[in-house]
């Protein structure tokens, strides 16, 4: 059918609806025709307006008399400031600002920004208040330190899930990676091993993990919430839930490690030629039709005998000396002004000779003293309570991060940090460390320890405050009255 062009141009762009007048009016059959009667058509035709294009005399200069928009001053009258953000309030302190419950916060601190009338997704403003209206103490460039695990992409089985944080997507995070798995009852992440040291903290539930070693030495045992397990790089071990399902934190000493790819037990038998896997087995090669032709990573299992002896192997080369789990959760925290810590590391834990951690409890307005870590980059990890750091970096950068519940922080050896609680909830997190012993250095025992006149000549502080300085480290001190 031949139609004049400007028909045509129409027939095409409005195809779609002619299809559905094409329903509506039932076209007896055999016409031959797209097109629905004239008059319809006629009726349904929406005019182009406007062009693709504008023309080349927009160009330069306007025309005299095509003055731009007046633009309003309403900066300080923007009803989403909140008390500090006016230029009338003192931003000396930097405090960190509240944006929860505001439904447009603003990059506005004292004199300092400006509102922001553009294209912005609030949600973020919300969650990272020291991000959008940053502390004038913020200067330079400092790496991205911070990933929310729920931008993860969650990797979904029948029988849980996981997701992970690399240095594909922290790029400076280069010594550590960190994977957030969740198994449902009964459920197995499948045997398997891989070339990173493996660390894990159970954040709830209970699990039964089990492993070998290269003399053929084995182990078993249950954790739960609060426990740790560490898995030398190589060695095979296998995790499975019991009957309310776990959820774990895992910690690689390699940012490159994807959890992606581990070596599974499915993936080798699946690879291997069946007439060498009967003759590694010494077993017909029938034996072998009903291995999974797929991994299965983490899918649903028999429920455990309810005590892990009763599941043991016995080998004959005995148990691991030095076991792979370890029942932090039984071990009582160190109480401090403002919170509590528990430092983990080879020194207890004499199997977790790479990682080294310590679980931090945060009262609301406390803080995690200004420190630094000699040993080792910081991976750390939120667990309840919103928290901001400032990592200060030579010479003279500071970037402040804000972090809640399942964000996950990074901070390079030797970068100058504190950990403030600027929720109303306990803020609980753990600092891992590439390291065999957990160690960090405290700002204030460091002056404490210096001689006053030293101290007082570089600073200036008033001798009150050097007399008052802590010879012991505070880890956490108090909220200020
Ligand atoms: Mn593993
Ligand atoms: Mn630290």
């Not at 062009?5 to 059959?29: E, K, N």
């Not at 208040?129 to 911070?146: F, S």
Request: hydrophobic share 40%; net charge negative; aromatic share 8%.
């Amino acid at each position: 059918m031949q139609l004049p062009m400007s028909s045509s141009r129409y027939v095409y762009q409005y195809l779609p609806l002619l299809c559905l007048l094409d329903l509506a009016f039932s076209i007896p059959a055999g016409t031959g025709t797209l097109t629905p009667p004239p008059s319809a058509y006629a009726t349904h035709t929406i005019p182009v307006s406007g062009a693709l294009t504008a023309t080349a005399s927009l160009a330069g200069p306007l025309p005299p008399g095509a003055s731009a928009e007046p633009t309003q001053n309403t900066i300080n009258a923007h009803p989403d400031l909140v008390p500090g953000q006016a230029s009338n309030s003192s931003a000396d302190a930097s405090q960190s600002f509240d944006f929860l419950n505001v439904t447009d916060p603003q990059p506005i601190r004292g004199d300092m920004g400006s509102n922001d009338p553009g294209p912005h997704d609030s949600a973020y403003d919300r969650q990272n208040p020291d991000t959008l209206a940053r502390p004038t103490t913020d200067e330079g460039d400092v790496q991205q330190a911070k990933w929310p695990m729920g931008l993860s992409s969650t990797r979904m089985t029948g029988a849980g899930w996981a997701r992970q944080q690399n240095v594909d997507v922290l790029p400076a995070a280069k010594q550590m990676a960190g994977v957030d798995m969740r198994l449902g009852p009964d459920a197995y992440r499948e045997l398997h091993w891989h070339s990173a040291n493996e660390w894990a903290y159970v954040l709830n539930g209970s699990a039964r993990i089990s492993a070998i070693d290269a003399q053929g030495r084995n182990f078993n045992d249950d954790v739960s919430e609060g426990d740790l397990w560490y898995f030398p790089s190589g060695l095979p071990h296998s995790i499975q839930a019991l009957e309310n399902g776990v959820e774990f934190l895992l910690v690689f000493d390699d940012g490159a490690f994807s959890e992606d790819d581990t070596f599974l037990i499915t993936e080798w038998f699946s690879h291997t030629p069946r007439e060498v896997l009967a003759k590694n087995f010494g077993v017909p090669i029938k034996a072998f039709d009903e291995v999974p032709k797929e991994q299965l990573y983490i899918f649903n299992g028999t429920p455990p005998a309810v005590n892990v002896s009763a599941d043991a192997v016995q080998s004959p080369e005995g148990t691991i000396p030095e076991p792979f789990s370890f029942h932090l959760s039984r071990q009582e925290p160190m109480v401090v002004p403002g919170g509590s810590v528990k430092v983990v590391d080879s020194g207890t834990f004499k199997a977790s000779t790479s990682i080294a951690a310590a679980v931090v409890t945060i009262k609301p307005g406390a803080m995690r003293e200004m420190h630094w870590h000699p040993n080792s980059d910081e991976w750390n990890f939120f667990i309840s309570g919103r928290a901001r750091i400032t990592v200060f970096d030579a010479p003279q950068s500071a970037r402040t991060f804000d972090y809640a519940a399942g964000d996950v922080g990074y901070i390079l050896v030797d970068q100058g940090h504190y950990i403030e609680n600027i929720g109303d909830e306990d803020v609980v997190l753990l600092e891992v460390l590439k390291a065999p012993q957990f160690e960090d250095v405290s700002l204030g025992q460091w002056m404490a320890l210096t001689p006053p006149q030293v101290v007082k000549d570089t600073l200036h502080l008033d001798n009150d405050v050097l007399s008052g300085l802590s010879r012991e480290k505070q880890y956490v001190v108090a909220a200020q009255p």
